[in-house]
C-alpha cells in the first residue's frame, strides 16, 4: 500500500480556508480603518478693491496764431490808369534814383589821440561849380581828412555829401589845396583825421 502524505489530501482545503481568511482581513480592515479624505483648507485671502477713478480729459490749449485774412483788392477810383498800361509807356524820368555815398572804410579812418586839433593856415576857399550855380544848388558837404604831422592833406573822404552836382569833388580839392598846423599830442605833432565842413551858398 502507498505512502500517501497528509499534507496533499489537505491542500485544497488549506487552500481554500487561508483564501477567506485573507478576503476576511481585508473587509475587516476596510471596516475598522476610515477612508483617507483629501481635505484641505484655503486660507483667506484679502479681497483688493479696486477703486474707478475718473480722471479729467487734459484741455489742449490752442496757440498758433490765426491764418492772416487774404487782401481783397479794393478797385481804384482813379480813372486816369489805363488798364493796358505798360511798363515801356511809363515816365521814369522824375524818379530820383540817386544812391547815398557809401560810409568811409573802416581800415582807412584810423582814430589817433591828440590834445591840440589841425588849424587851417589859409581859409579853404572852394571853386563853386558852374552846373550847381546854374541850377541853384546850395548846401555843406562835410569831408573827413587825413593831415599829416606836418600839415599836409594825405586822404579825403566824403562823410555827408551832395552827389551828382559837383560840389563833394570841389570841397575836397579845396581841403587837399588848404595848409594846415598839424595837430599835437604831448606837445608833439602828429598825423590825425578830422572832418572839415564845406558850405556852398550862393549870393
Known amino acids: 500500500m502507498p505512502f500517501i502524505n497528509p499534507l496533499k489530501l489537505k491542500y485544497p482545503i488549506v487552500i481554500r480556508v487561508t483564501g477567506l481568511i485573507g478576503v476576511s482581513l481585508v473587509m475587516l480592515n476596510f471596516l475598522i480603518f476610515p477612508r483617507f479624505l483629501n481635505t484641505r483648507e484655503f486660507e483667506d485671502v484679502n479681497q483688493v478693491i479696486i477703486e474707478n477713478v475718473d480722471i479729467p480729459q487734459t484741455q489742449q490749449i490752442d496757440n498758433t496764431p490765426p491764418p492772416v485774412r487774404p487782401s481783397i483788392p ?76 606836418k600839415g599836409r592833406v594825405k586822404d579825403t573822404l566824403i562823410l555827408k555829401g551832395v552827389p551828382n ?34 558850405n556852398f551858398k550862393l549870393k
Open 165 to 198: 552836382t559837383g560840389l563833394d569833388e570841389a570841397a575836397m580839392e579845396a581841403i587837399r589845396k588848404t595848409r594846415f598846423r598839424p595837430a599835437k599830442q604831448r606837445e608833439r605833432p602828429v598825423g590825425v583825421w578830422i572832418s572839415i565842413p564845406v
Open 74 to 149: 479794393v478797385p481804384s477810383d482813379d480813372e486816369d490808369i489805363a488798364d493796358d498800361l505798360t511798363l515801356d509807356e511809363l515816365d521814369f524820368d522824375d524818379f530820383n534814383l540817386d544812391a547815398p555815398p557809401p560810409p568811409p572804410s573802416g581800415p582807412r579812418v584810423v582814430f589817433i589821440p591828440y590834445d591840440d586839433p589841425p588849424v587851417a593856415i589859409t581859409p579853404i576857399r572852394p571853386v563853386y561849380p558852374e552846373i550847381a550855380q546854374e541850377a541853384g544848388i546850395e548846401g555843406v558837404v562835410i569831408v573827413q581828412a587825413f593831415i599829416d604831422e
